[in-house]
């Protein structure tokens, strides 16, 4: 590892307007088909996104991963508030389980917490994003409404240096995710 918690050999940098199709392709390997590359565009054509927290990793000059933090609202009866969301990561299947992937979140949720955002929700693996800092949400008063096939405990938050547990409510997915 790098002093900056990255693999050897390993860059992580913004997202530029060259990487697209390269994204494209990653995404869609890492997720088995089109739709979760289709959600990437569509994020980045939405007033969620958030261009500094798109951010890619090289490894030997080859872009092998890409993160992407937007916004979604966290819904407290009639009150909404913008939170920060990470969806999706994606790793080359040839890279994964080299240590990419959690560089690739560790970069973005530093980020995010430079941003001054209170914390951070996805939807994903506990034991992967657990390593990473995330718990469930649940207790911390977050739902997020999952697909049928995910355990309780893949709503998850990351808390950040401004966490306030006032924070509470119910995680509204943008209109991008309407595909999904």
């Known amino acids: 590892m790098t002093p900056a918690g990255e693999p050897a050999g390993v860059l992580i940098r913004p997202e530029r307007p060259g990487d697209s199709a390269d994204i494209t392709r990653v ?9 979760v590359a289709r959600l990437v565009e569509d994020i980045r054509a939405s007033a969620h996104f958030v261009a500094d927290w798109s951010l890619v990793a090289e490894v030997d000059g080859e ?13 407290d009866g009639a009150a909404d508030r913008r939170v920060a969301m990470l969806s999706p990561l ?11 992937g959690s560089a690739l979140v560790r970069a973005v949720t530093a980020r995010v917490d430079a941003a001054g955002e209170p914390l951070v929700v996805l939807e ?7 390593r990473l800092g995330f718990e469930h949400s649940v207790p911390l008063g977050i739902v ?8 309780p405990e893949a709503a998850q938050v990351r ?4 966490y306030d547990p006032a924070v509470r409510g119910t995680v509204v997915y ?3 995710f309407d595909g999904l």
């Open 174 to 176: 943008p209109p991008a």
């Open 63 to 75: 872009l092998a991963g890409h993160v992407m933090v937007s916004y979604a609202a966290l819904r």
């Open 124 to 130: 994903g693996s506990p034991a992967f994003y657990g």
């Open 144 to 151: 997020i409404n999952l697909p049928e096939w995910a355990p």
């Open 90 to 100: 994606a790793v080359a299947p040839h890279r994964q389980r080299r240590g990419v």
């Open 27 to 35: 995404v869609a390997a890492a997720f088995g088909g089109p739709e």
């Open 159 to 162: 808390r950040l240096a401004r």
